[in-house]
């Protein structure tokens, strides 16, 4: 398991949840609308996913690493030096753009990193909404740096700084910064990225430094007279973080099994995002792309107190997430996976509320009557045994239950759904 990443995450997120509040508190005071509920707390739930599958399958290429480290490396560095740390931060950064570049040129990358561009916003939660399957394939990528000597201890830490740097681009209330915007990821840099705008497509690459960018033909500067467009080309319309993580694969898995030539069966998997085989595309054909459809925001109406309810159930659910960070390395591994499993499950079912659909409602509150029982008669929840904590569970759950019951039966009452847009839209942070 990635211990240090996970550590790296224990001690970030509240730095990172308090950023994402001033900004917020910004974006009220400007009145910039920059975020939206469901928008956010879907990036969020995606940044849980992505911590957990990294901290259990982060192992594949920490084992890789070290086979070439051991085994292939031209030279030694010494992790002493603060010349190797300088060298290994600059590679890296160059080796994580090659990474973006292939994510956003070749399919099966696409797969995995599609989750972090499918905001229709962009804010410091677009930031978290990390990919949860990166850790099987984006490893390749680093290879270079072990055969090039830098240690593993080395490659770990300057690993997290680049990721962390990467937090503060993602802002719309940060503008032009000059010269910095020439040399260095800025966030007028990144809002490009992000940008689906035909000008704006797959372009600015880079983690730290613009230098590759120049270097490799793919920067484009912010233009004034083209406000960037954010989200994917074909929206996902759902708010769950599993889909949102696995719906390319199964896209790509379908066009692979209708395909007639096995040709085409493996090319599905390497050519560049939204290739399809002839044949494939004959029989089973896609609406074409439409800026007025694909540019409108997806979120279902739903009532106030539902969407409050799933701002709560997200809040316990990080705090969850801290505590199963906390205790990965105290437990056995089959609580610990069962502990990720409950987190992957809530997170579902959440997305499931967002969207105000009823046989998921039956499943959240499944989800919680369970964990509240499951807490009580045990007495304990993963390694905590503190009666007054269990107690804490067993009353939030009933309280949960209570307050998802009332907001069911007003749905099915038929009370009004808070329209987007409204004053008190329930969909506007």
Known sequence: MDSTYGHAVSLAVPVFLSLIVLELVVDRVRNTRHYHLADALNSLSCGIISTGMRVFFGFLGLFAYEWVLGRAAIVQLPASSWLTWIFAFVLYDFCYYWQHRFGHTVGLFWASHVVHHQSEEFNLTTALRQPGTG??????????????????????????????????????HIGRLGILDRWIQTPSNHRVHHAQNDIYLDRNYVGVFLLWDHWFGSFQEELDEEPPIYGIRGQLRSWNPVWANLHYYWAMAQDCWHAGRWRDKLRVWIAPPGWRPADVAARFPKEPYDPVRDFSRYDPPRSLSLSLYALVQLGILIAANSHFLAVLPKE???????????????????????????????????????????????????????????????????????????SARKRQSGERPVPVGSVEAAGDL
Request: neutral net charge; aromatic residues 16%; glycine residues 10%.
């Open 135 to 172: 850790a099987f394939t984006n490893w390749v990528f680093y290879v270079p740096m072990a055969l090039l000597g830098v240690p593993l201890g080395v490659f770990l830490l300057v690993g997290v700084a680049q990721l962390f740097y990467q937090f503060w681009p993602h802002t719309r």
């Open 332 to 406: 056995s591994s089959w609580l610990d996976v069962l502990y990720f499993g409950f987190i992957l499950v809530s997170l579902a079912t959440l997305g499931g509320v967002l969207e105000n659909r009823r046989e998921i409602l039956v499943l959240e509150g499944a989800r919680v009557a369970s964990a509240g029982i499951a807490a009580v008669a045990l007495g304990s929840w993963f390694g905590a045994r503190d009666p007054r904590v269990v107690l804490a569970i067993g009353l939030f759950a009933l309280v949960s239950l209570g307050w998802l019951y009332v």
